[in-house]
C-alpha cells in the first residue's frame, strides 16, 4: 500500500534547486514545467529519452537520461511519485545526503499556495474536466495556471504557469495523494471501485473522498455529480459544513440540470436549465456532464458564463480521450485511455450514437471494433467481468494481454480473463502478441467502421500501425 497523506506544504520559494526522479511523465513534467517559467532551477532524469524532456530543456532544465546518484547534483529538495521505488539510485543519494525529499503532489500543492486552487477528483472524467474547465476560464480571461494528468489537443501541453490568480489541477486519488490539497473549489465527478490495490476495498475509497472534501477552505465550494449517489453524500456532508454546493447532472434535483442531450458527429448540444445551450466539439452524454461541472466552478468563482460556453464550444479534446488518430480504407481510428469498465462503457456508447447519427444521415452501418489492453494484474483480476460486459457493447472485441506497468504478473491472470468474459454477440479475440494485433485489425475491420483503442498502456502505439495496416489492405 502507498498511500499518501497529508502533510506540511513547503511553499514553492524554499525548495531551492529541485531534482525530479522521471521527470518525463505528464503529471511530473507538467510541475516541472510550471516551476521553470517561476524561476526555480530544475534538473531531472527520465529512463528514456522524450519529446517532453527536449521540451524541459529548452526551458531550462538540466536532463538526463537513465538514473544515476550524480544527476541529483546540487538539488536542495527532490521530487518522485508513487512509482519511484526506494531502490532508485537518485532516491538513495537523496536519503543519504539528508535532502528534502517530497511526493510529487506535495511539489504540486507548494505551486497552488497562495492561488485560488480548484482540484477537480473523481474515478472518471477528472482529466476532461480539468482540460476543458482550463479552456474556459481562459476564454473567460482568468488566465489560470494549470497542470493535467493529460495533454490538451489544441495545444499540446498538460500544464503552464498563467498570470491570474486561480490554479487549475487534477487530483489523484489513486494513491491517496489528493489529501495533500487544500482546495477553494473541489470538484467530486463520481466515486466508484478503483485502485483497490492500493485501498483493499471500496469503504477505504470513499473515505478518502470524504477526506479529500473536508480539506476544502472554509467559505470554499464543493461542485458534485448529481447522478453519483457518493458523490451526492458527500455533497449532503458539505453542506451541513456551511460549504457552499453546486450539484450537477441529469438527477431533477441537481442545482445545473443537464437536459436535451443530442449527439451532433463528433461533438454534441444541450441545456444546463437556468444556464442556456451548450454545444460540444467532443463526443459522449459523459462530455456533457465533464463540461457541466466546468460551468458550475466557474459559477463559483464568478466568471462570466457566456465567455464559459464559448470557451466549452471551443475545446478540441484533450489527448488520449476519443482522440481521432486518422482514417484509412474507409475505417476511423480513435485512442482512449480508458481503463475501467465505466470507462469503456462511456466511449463505447458515445461511438455508438456517433454510429447511428452517421448511419441515419445515410453513411454506412458501421461496428464497432475494439481494441482492449488491460491494465495492471491487480485492476485485471478485480474488473475482469465488468470489462467483459463493457466490452459487450462493442461488436468486435480484440482483448491483449496485460500491461503490468508497475506490478509483477500474477499466476493465471492475463487478457484471457477478459477475453472470456465478452458476452455472446459480441466476437471477441484473445490476441496475447501485441505486434501481431495491427494486423488482426485490419483483418477484422471493414469499411464503415470504427476502431477504438482503449487502455493505459502502450496500447496508444497501436493506431497509427494499425492505420498503415488499413492503407495497405
Excluded at 529541485?18 to 521527470?23: E, L, M, R
Excluded at 451548450?278 to 456533457?288: T, W
Excluded at 458515445?350 to 471494433?369: N, Q, W
Aim: charged letters at 20%; glycine letters at 14%.
Amino acid at each position: 500500500m502507498s498511500l499518501i497523506g497529508p502533510g506540511e506544504v513547503v511553499p514553492a520559494g524554499d525548495l531551492g534547486r529541485v531534482h525530479f526522479i522521471a521527470i518525463g511523465g505528464a503529471g511530473m513534467s507538467g510541475i516541472a514545467r510550471i516551476m521553470l517559467r517561476r524561476g526555480i532551477a530544475v534538473s531531472g532524469s527520465d529512463a528514456r529519452d522524450s519529446a517532453l524532456l527536449g521540451q524541459l530543456g529548452e526551458l531550462g532544465a538540466e536532463v538526463f537520461v537513465g538514473h544515476d546518484a550524480a544527476h541529483v547534483g546540487e538539488a536542495d529538495t527532490v521530487v518522485v511519485s508513487t512509482a519511484i521505488r526506494e531502490g532508485n539510485p537518485e532516491l538513495v543519494a537523496a536519503r543519504e545526503r539528508g535532502l528534502r525529499v517530497l511526493h510529487r503532489s506535495a511539489a504540486l500543492a507548494a505551486l497552488m499556495a497562495g492561488r485560488r486552487a480548484v482540484a477537480i477528483a473523481g474515478t472518471h472524467g477528472k482529466t476532461t474536466t480539468t482540460s476543458m474547465l482550463t479552456v474556459a476560464l481562459q476564454h473567460a480571461g482568468a488566465d489560470p495556471s494549470y497542470c493535467i494528468g493529460g495533454q490538451l489537443v489544441t495545444t499540446g501541453l498538460g500544464a503552464d504557469e498563467g498570470t491570474g490568480d486561480v490554479f487549475v489541477a487534477e487530483a489523484d486519488e489513486s494513491d491517496g495523494s489528493f489529501l495533500m490539497y487544500s482546495p477553494h473549489v473541489a470538484v467530486v465527478t463520481n466515486v466508484e471501485a478503483d485502485h483497490l490495490d492500493n485501498y483493499g476495498g471500496f469503504d477505504m475509497v470513499k473515505e478518502n473522498f470524504a477526506r479529500f472534501v473536508e480539506r476544502i477552505e472554509p467559505g470554499g465550494t464543493l461542485v458534485a455529480g448529481a447522478d453519483d449517489p457518493v458523490a451526492v453524500r458527500l455533497a449532503e456532508h458539505a453542506r451541513a459544513r456551511g460549504l457552499d454546493v453546486r450539484t450537477y447532472g441529469e438527477a431533477a434535483d441537481a442545482d445545473l440540470r443537464v437536459t436535451g442531450f443530442t449527439p451532433r458527429g463528433l461533438g454534441s448540444r444541450f441545456d444546463i436549465e437556468g444556464v442556456g445551450e451548450v454545444r460540444l466539439g467532443v463526443p459522449g452524454r459523459h462530455n456533457a456532464l465533464n463540461a457541466t461541472a466546468a460551468v458550475a466552478v466557474a459559477q463559483a468563482l464568478d466568471l462570466d458564463e457566456e465567455a464559459v460556453r464559448v470557451g466549452l464550444a471551443t475545446f478540441g479534446g484533450a489527448m488520449r480521450r476519443l482522440e481521432p488518430k486518422g482514417s484509412a480504407g474507409g475505417v476511423e481510428v480513435f485512442d482512449s485511455y480508458a481503463h475501467h469498465p465505466t470507462e469503456l462503457t462511456a466511449d463505447l456508447e458515445a461511438t455508438r450514437d456517433y454510429l447511428g447519427e452517421k448511419a441515419a444521415g445515410g453513411g454506412p452501418s458501421g461496428r464497432i471494433v475494439a481494441v482492449f489492453q488491460p491494465h495492471l494484474y491487480s485492476r485485471t483480476r478485480f474488473f475482469a467481468a465488468g470489462f467483459g460486459a463493457a466490452l459487450g457493447l462493442a461488436d468486435v472485441a480484440v482483448v491483449l494481454d496485460v500491461y503490468g506497468a508497475r506490478e509483477d504478473p500474477e499466476p493465471g491472470v492475463t487478457g484471457a480473463l477478459v477475453a472470456d468474459a465478452v458476452p455472446d454477440g459480441t466476437r471477441a479475440v484473445y490476441a496475447p502478441v501485441r505486434d501481431e494485433v495491427p494486423a488482426i485489425v485490419a483483418g477484422l475491420a471493414r469499411p464503415g467502421d470504427v476502431v477504438i483503442t482503449l487502455g493505459a498502456g502502450d496500447v496508444t502505439q497501436l493506431g497509427p500501425l494499425i492505420l498503415e495496416r488499413l492503407a495497405a489492405s
